[in-house]
């Protein structure tokens, strides 16, 4: 299994980015793939995921309405838009899969832990 992540880099803040993750070797018929994001010193949060055939999405508050998640064509691709970029939204950006899924996402655990993960593609956003 491998992910790919691209289009991270550096904005001002209020603008945007469009990220990129493609997906090769998962052989399950209907999965489900999510964004992360890291900055230094703070913990791993979840941002949004969505489901590889109906395109369920769920969304963390602190990006709702701001970041938009969706999937390209079988969803093998999956698109993170990232718009009114703050400051405090500079960390490294992951997506991984399968994560927990969107009907689900807002319990306890979140995303969850999983097994698959991209390099991480570092996204800054200056004041």
């Known amino acids: 299994v491998q992910l790919v992540e691209s289009g991270g880099g550096l904005v001002q803040a209020g603008g945007s980015l469009r990220l990129s993750c493609t997906i090769s070797?998962?052989?399950?018929?209907?999965?489900?793939v999510g964004w992360f994001r890291q900055a230094p010193g703070k913990a791993r949060e979840g941002l949004a995921c969505?489901?590889?055939?109906?395109?369920?999405?769920w969304y963390a508050d602190s990006v709702k309405g701001r970041f938009t998640i969706s999937r390209v064509g079988a969803g093998d691709t999956v698109i993170l838009e990232l718009n009114s970029l703050e400051p405090e939204d500079t960390a490294i950006y992951y997506c991984?899969?399968?994560?927990?899924?969107?009907?689900?996402?807002?319990?306890?655990?979140?995303?969850?832990?999983?097994?698959?993960w991209g390099q991480g593609t570092q996204v800054t956003v200056s004041s």
């Open positions: 991984a899969a399968p994560t927990t899924r969107p009907e689900f996402a807002h319990g306890k655990y979140g995303l969850g832990n999983p097994p698959y």
């Open positions: 070797g998962l052989s399950f018929d209907d999965y489900t």
């Open positions: 969505i489901t590889s055939s109906s395109g369920r999405t």
